[in-house]
């Protein structure tokens, strides 16, 4: 079976693990990951009815709000630095429960929003004031050339074409107008140390048996670093192929960072959030406690202390799980431009961030 990369058209691609009736690849010349087959419109919109993601953010409105307001304040001043005209019109998509639309509200934009759970479109309308467009955003009717600053935060990974994603917001956008973009970091080993350290929780909160639990550790070893989990994440980006992405469709990027988990920006959580974490927690502490103190000791005074001092470790050295990138429109593109060079692929990664390697990327064919 030949498949061909979205980022670098390349058909060399090995196969990684199969999940839950997926197989997921990895390119070997641009190290995108991605699952195959994709899922149809029907089981995505039933995945989305209801997101857990969008429940999570809503049990504690007040926190969230507050916390989210702050986060948004910075973004937009970070986004006028490197923007070419003033910041008026702004876009979030997957605008989830509406705190970031909330927050860009307060902040003096004029806000759209398009969300594919109806649940959060009630939450936003009923808890914040706000009309968002429910459904899905390749979908949402949207005016050309209006919208200053879009915000795509954790969404790309759940498109199934990102390209055409990155089409449709290249078309919407004014020339100069910022794009943040944020996705799961493919290269973090964050996301390992999480996987096999804090996230073994989940083993215990689900009372797993020993063939199972094995299972899960295996499984935590084979895949890919990104959360590549279809129906949910399809793709996992790195710095590398992200930018190489964005520069088809015509952005620059002015910069890529790796930020952690719990980063006050880029992914805060709620007090109320994280009290509800610390005590499921201590209630898997607890069993575990309960089934073998040998094990109990073992978790608490030996893989918790390495987990939180790997994860400052990778915090420090920007390696964290959530890529950032802050893009400006350069050019209006009318579809998909020609696939990256192999030098620019191989040899050149320490040349992205300059003008002329840009320039090289984003000539459409005739």
Not at 29 to 55: K, V
Not at 115 to 143: N, P, Q, T, Y
Request: with cysteine.
């Amino acid at each position: 079976m030949s498949l061909e990369c979205i980022v670098c058209s390349s058909t060399q691609c090995t196969l990684l693990i199969k999940q839950g009736g997926y197989d997921i690849f990895r390119c070997r010349r641009c190290r995108l990951i991605f699952a195959h087959p994709l899922p149809d419109a029907g089981q995505l919109g039933a995945f989305y009815q209801n997101f857990g993601h969008n429940r999570e953010e809503a049990d504690c409105p007040d926190e969230q709000r507050l916390i989210v307001e702050g986060a948004m304040r910075e973004k937009i001043r970070l986004a006028r630095e490197i923007a070419v005209s003033p910041i008026k019109t702004f876009l979030d998509i997957g605008a989830g429960c509406g705190y970031y639309l909330h927050g860009a509200k307060k902040a003096g934009l004029d806000v759209t929003g398009v969300e594919l759970d109806a649940s959060a479109v009630m939450f936003a309308r009923e808890h914040l004031g706000l009309e968002i467009k429910e459904g899905g955003f390749l979908e949402a009717a949207l005016e050309d050339n209006y919208f200053d600053f879009v915000h795509l935060r954790n969404s790309i990974e759940h498109f199934t074409d990102p390209g055409e994603c990155l089409l449709k917001i290249n078309h919407i956008m004014k020339k100069g107008g910022v794009l943040i973009l944020e996705t799961p970091n493919s290269q973090s080993p964050e996301h390992l140390v999480r996987r096999l350290f804090l996230d073994a929780v989940k083993t215990l909160r689900r009372n797993m048996p020993g063939r199972a639990a094995w299972w899960y550790w295996k499984t935590a070893l084979m895949r890919p670093w990104a959360y590549v989990d279809p129906p949910r994440h399809l793709y996992g980006f790195n710095k590398h192929n992200i930018d190489l992405l964005l520069a088809t469709y015509g952005f620059k990027s002015y910069d890529i960072m790796a930020k952690p988990l719990g980063d006050p920006v880029y992914h805060p959580v709620s007090p109320g959030a994280q009290r509800q974490r610390d005590a499921e927690m201590r209630a898997a502490e607890a069993r575990l406690f309960s089934s073998s103190r040998l094990r109990y000791c073992l978790y608490v005074f030996g893989w918790k202390p390495v987990a939180f001092i790997l994860q400052k470790i990778i915090a420090r050295a920007g390696m964290g799980n959530n890529l950032v990138v802050y893009a400006v429109k350069e050019k209006t593109v009318a579809r998909k431009c020609a696939a990256p060079t192999e030098e620019l692929i191989t040899g050149r990664r320490q040349d992205m961030s300059t003008s002329e390697t840009k320039s090289a990327l984003i000539q459409c064919t005739a």
